[in-house]
C-alpha cells in the first residue's frame, strides 16, 4: 500500500528540539521530492520545507529558515525534519507530503500524497 | 511571496447544490494550481493540479478552471461526503503558498 507515516511529534518546551520522522512505502522513495507542511490548530495550511529526491536540494519557508533542517535517508525511506530554537508558533500538525516530481524545481510540484501527520506543541 | 485568496471563507449549501469556489493569486501563476479537499482530523487529499487536471480516483463531479490569477473550483452536484474544507494551492514558485481554505457546510 502506497502511504506515508509520520511520528515524533509531542510536547516540547520552547527553545528546544524535535526530530519528525515520516516513513514511506509502496512507491520508489528516491524517486520523488518530498516536503512537510505544516497546520496550526484551527488554521490553514503552511509549506515549511522541501527536499529532492536525491536529497541534493532543500528549501525552507522563510518562518523556518536556520531553525529546521530537512533530510532523508532513502536506504530507509524515511524523511527527517530537525527542528531546533522551536517557538510557540511552531505548535502545529506536521504533514509529511510527497510531490510528483524528483527535483524541488519541478513542474509537478503539488502533493499528490499526504501522510496523516504528527502534532507538535510547542509550550512551558 | 505570492498571496492566495479563496472565497467565500464558507458557506452553507444542500446535497445536490452546484457549488463553486474561486482563488484568485496576488500575480500570475500560469495553471501551476492544486486544489485539496481536507475533512476534519485527516490529511488533505489532492482533488486537481494543473489548474483543470482531476486527479486520478477523484469523482468527475469535481472540475477546475481558470489561468493566470483567477481559478475556481466546482462541484456539479454536491455529495453528503463533500462537506469538508476546501484548499487552492499555488506552486508557480516557493513557497508554496496555499489559500486560507473555503469550509462548506450542511444547510
Known amino acids: 500500500e502506497v502511504q506515508l507515516l509520520e511520528s515524533g511529534g509531542g510536547l516540547v518546551q520552547p527553545g528546544g528540539s524535535l526530530r519528525l520522522s515520516c516513513a514511506a512505502s509502496?512507491?520508489?522513495?528516491?524517486?520523488?521530492?518530498m516536503s512537510w507542511v505544516r497546520q496550526a490548530p484551527g488554521k490553514g495550511l503552511e509549506w515549511v520545507s522541501a527536499?529532492?529526491?536525491?536529497?541534493?536540494?532543500?528549501y525552507y519557508a522563510d518562518s523556518v529558515k536556520g531553525r529546521f533542517t530537512i533530510s532523508r535517508d532513502n536506504s530507509k525511506n524515511t524523511l527527517y525534519l530537525q527542528m531546533n530554537s522551536l517557538r510557540a508558533e511552531d505548535t502545529a500538525v506536521y504533514y509529511c507530503?510527497?510531490?510528483?516530481?524528483?527535483?524541488?524545481?519541478?513542474?509537478?510540484?503539488?502533493?499528490?500524497?499526504w501522510g496523516r501527520g504528527t502534532l507538535v506543541t510547542v509550550s512551558s | 511571496a505570492i498571496r492566495m485568496t479563496q472565497s467565500p471563507s464558507s458557506f452553507s449549501a444542500s446535497t445536490g447544490d452546484r457549488v463553486t469556489i474561486t482563488c484568485r493569486a496576488s500575480?500570475?501563476?500560469?495553471?501551476?494550481l492544486a486544489w485539496y479537499q481536507q475533512k476534519p482530523g485527516k490529511a488533505p487529499k489532492l482533488l486537481i493540479y494543473?489548474?483543470?487536471t482531476l486527479q486520478s480516483g477523484v469523482p468527475s463531479r469535481f472540475s477546475g478552471s481558470g489561468s493566470g490569477t483567477d481559478f475556481t473550483l466546482t462541484i456539479s452536484c454536491l455529495q453528503s461526503e463533500d462537506f469538508a474544507t476546501y484548499y487552492c494551492?499555488?506552486?508557480?514558485?516557493?513557497?508554496?503558498?496555499f489559500g486560507q481554505g473555503t469550509k462548506v457546510e450542511i444547510k
Open positions: 494551492q499555488q506552486y508557480y514558485s516557493y513557497p508554496g503558498t
Open positions: 500575480q500570475g501563476i500560469s495553471s501551476y
Open positions: 527536499i529532492s529526491g536525491s536529497g541534493g536540494s532543500t
Open positions: 507530503a510527497k510531490s510528483r516530481t524528483i527535483t524541488i524545481f519541478g513542474e509537478e510540484r503539488y502533493f499528490d500524497l
Open positions: 494543473a489548474a483543470s
Open positions: 509502496g512507491f520508489t522513495f528516491s524517486s520523488y521530492a
